[in-house]
Structures are given as C-alpha cells and as structure tokens.
C-alpha cells in the first residue's frame, strides 16, 4: 500500500505549496483557443435535452476524465510498456524516469500543465518518494523493487515517485477540468486532522494495532453531508464526496494489480507467482484520496468556493 504524504512534509506541503494553482483562469485567458479552454467553455446549450443531452453529457465527462488522466494514462502506459530487460542496455526503471520527465515536460511546453500545476505535483513525488523509503526498507519490507537500476536511491528507483504524482496530477486537473466545488465541507481543522493521523497510522501499524478502520469511520462521518458539484458540459451536477473517494480509488487498486502483474514492483505474497492485489488494498487507496483530496483543497486556496457550515 502506497500513499502520498509524509507526516514531516505534510505541514511543507501547505505552506510551500500555498501559492501554487491560483492562476488558471487567468493563465488560459492568455492563450489561444486550446483544448482546455474548448473543455472549460460552459454557455448554455438550451437544445439539449431528454436522452440526447444525458448521452452528450456523458461523452464530455469521458473527455474530461480522459484529459484529467493525461499525465497517469501515458506514465502507465510507459510501465506498462517498456520491458522487463529495458531497451538498448538502459534498465527499465531508468527508462521509465526518462518518460515521465519528459511527459511533463511536454505538458509544460504545451501549456497542457501550468508551472503552478507542476509545482505541486512536485511535492507529491517528493512526499510519496519518501514514503517508499521507508515501506521497502529492511526493517518494514512491505513491497520491493526487484530490478537493477542505476537510479535508485535507498533501494527505491526515482520514477516510483511519479506514481503519487500521477494521483495528484488527476485530482488537480480534474478541479479545475470540472470546476468543482465543495458543499458541506466539514471544518478545515478537522479536515487537515484526519489525514495526518490517517498517514500516522500507515507508519504506527507496524508497531502498534491498526486504526484504520476506526479512522476510516471518523472519515466518514465527517464527509458524509459533503457534496461534489461538478460541471461536465454547462450545467452543474452533484455527488457525494465519499463516493469519489471510493471510486479513485478502486481504479488505483486495478492499476496496481496491473503493475504488480508487470512485476513493476512486488508485495512479499507475489514473489514467488503473481496472484491479485488483496481487495482490503482498495480501503488504503480510498483513504489515500482523502489525504491527497485534502492537500489540493489547501493548496487551491478555494475556501470562498467551500461552503463549511457555522459551527
């Protein structure tokens, strides 16, 4: 289980990260018109109704997901791609450092990704990077990266960072994509919390009970009234927050049993023949999401978008 913030980076994240992601309106009025602004153009469409408008709808939605998961969708398909014995002599860990640097590259150069953007992907690589440190250590041992590469440090190949960046990069994109807003929004102390004491408990298990479904408990009470309104085509739609949770999440675990099946890396369990990811995974990823969800909220500065109930 991989999850993208470190305790000790959390609080970094926040302040580093504050002025990152405000600018996109303005950023795309500078632009010609791109593929961006086509996605992000709301007027009304009167003409649309009945089926025809729940079927168009539904298209754009794809459109969107699909460009939200531009950076994750062409990284995966690099891993997913490149083989085992790498190519040309160069490890396949390396290679797949080389591709995800030059997709953002590219997304910078294309204006597909703004430097706000790319900074707060940064620090969820960063944080993730961290964390596989300390889950692939010798003491921990919770997975492995069994392939050579000439760029890992601490046992743990420099790519593997991109993986939380990808989760980051689809959430922050999909905000600004579907301009969201939140309803309900529990008390942002509370909400900054629970996701500390939620990345606690994925270091504090190995030495004492696990808490999370306790946690987890507390997670839902406190999103249960919270409400995504989100903008597929030009009017507004709502879900509740927890069932996007749920549902980032189930899609993570489906690519980690891919990855795994690619022997990008290994849970103990899988060394000897590939068998699936234990479903209990996807509880992991969902309360990653929460944390990851929190720390785009913070660093979006969207607290006037936010309604949060008096107390």
Same mark, same amino acid.
């Given at each position: 289980?991989?999850?993208?913030?470190?305790?000790?980076?959390? &609080?970094?994240?926040?302040?580093?990260?504050?002025?990152?992601?405000?600018?996109?309106?303005?950023?795309?009025?500078?632009?010609?018109?791109?593929?961006?602004?086509?996605?992000? @153009?709301?007027?009304?469409?009167? &003409?649309?109704?009945?089926?025809?408008?729940?079927?168009?709808?539904?298209?754009?939605?794809?459109?969107?997901?699909?460009?939200?998961?531009?950076?994750?969708?062409?990284?995966?398909?690099?891993?997913? &791609?490149?083989?085992?014995?790498?190519?040309?002599?160069?490890?396949?860990?390396?290679?797949?450092?080389?591709?995800?640097?030059?997709?953002?590259? *590219?997304?910078?150069?294309?204006?597909?990704?703004?430097? @706000?953007?790319?900074?707060?992907?940064?620090?969820?690589?960063?944080?993730?990077?961290?964390?596989?440190?300390?889950?692939?250590?010798?003491?921990?041992?919770?997975?492995?990266?069994?392939?050579?590469?000439?760029?890992?440090?601490?046992?743990?190949?420099?790519?593997?960072?991109?993986?939380?960046?990808?989760?980051?990069? !689809?959430?922050?994109?999909?905000?600004?994509?579907?301009?969201?807003?939140?309803?309900?929004?529990?008390?942002?102390?509370?909400?900054?919390?629970?996701?500390?004491?939620?990345?606690?408990?994925?270091?504090?298990?190995? !030495?004492?009970?696990?808490?999370?479904?306790?946690?987890?408990?507390?997670?839902?009470?406190?999103?249960?009234?919270?409400?995504?309104?989100?903008?597929?085509?030009?009017?507004?739609?709502?879900?509740?927050?927890?069932?996007?949770?749920?549902?980032?999440?189930?899609?993570? *675990?489906?690519?980690?049993?891919?990855?795994?099946?690619?022997?990008?890396?290994?849970?103990? @369990?899988?060394?000897?023949?590939?068998?699936?990811?234990?479903? &209990?995974?996807?509880?992991? *990823?969902?309360?990653?999401?929460?944390?990851?969800?929190?720390?785009?909220?913070?660093?979006?500065?969207?607290?006037?978008?936010?309604?949060?109930?008096?107390?």
């Amino acid at each position: 289980m991989r999850q993208t913030v470190a305790t000790e980076s959390l &609080g970094c994240v926040f302040t580093c990260g504050a002025f990152a992601l405000t600018r996109p309106a303005a950023l795309l009025s500078k632009r010609p018109r791109s593929l961006d602004a086509y996605l992000l @153009d709301s007027k009304p469409r009167p &003409g649309l109704s009945g089926i025809r408008r729940a079927l168009i709808e539904f298209l754009w939605f794809g459109i969107k997901e699909a460009r939200a998961c531009l950076f994750a969708g062409l990284f995966f398909l690099a891993v997913f &791609g490149v083989p085992r014995t790498g190519i040309l002599g160069v490890p396949r860990y390396d290679l797949l450092l080389l591709i995800a640097v030059a997709i953002q590259a *590219w997304m910078v150069w294309a204006k597909l990704e703004t430097w @706000d953007e790319l900074k707060a992907i940064t620090l969820f690589h960063v944080i993730g990077f961290a964390l596989e440190v300390f889950k692939t250590s010798e003491a921990i041992g919770s997975w492995s990266y069994p392939d050579f590469a000439y760029t890992k440090l601490f046992g743990v190949p420099l790519f593997s960072g991109f993986m939380y960046a990808a989760v980051g990069s !689809y959430i922050i994109q999909s905000w600004r994509l579907f301009d969201i807003r939140i309803r309900h929004h529990p008390p942002y102390w509370m909400a900054g919390l629970v996701p500390l004491m939620l990345y606690a408990n994925f270091f504090t298990h190995h !030495y004492i009970p696990d808490l999370r479904w306790y946690l987890a408990a507390l997670a839902l009470g406190l999103y249960a009234r919270t409400t995504v309104v989100f903008r597929p085509l030009d009017r507004d739609r709502t879900m509740p927050l927890l069932l996007g949770f749920l549902l980032i999440g189930f899609f993570i *675990w489906l690519a980690e049993n891919i990855s795994t099946f690619f022997g990008i890396w290994r849970y103990p @369990d899988q060394l000897g023949a590939w068998s699936k990811v234990h479903i &209990g995974k996807w509880s992991s *990823w969902s309360l990653l999401v929460v944390m990851t969800f929190t720390i785009v909220a913070n660093l979006k500065h969207i607290k006037e978008r936010v309604h949060v109930p008096p107390a």
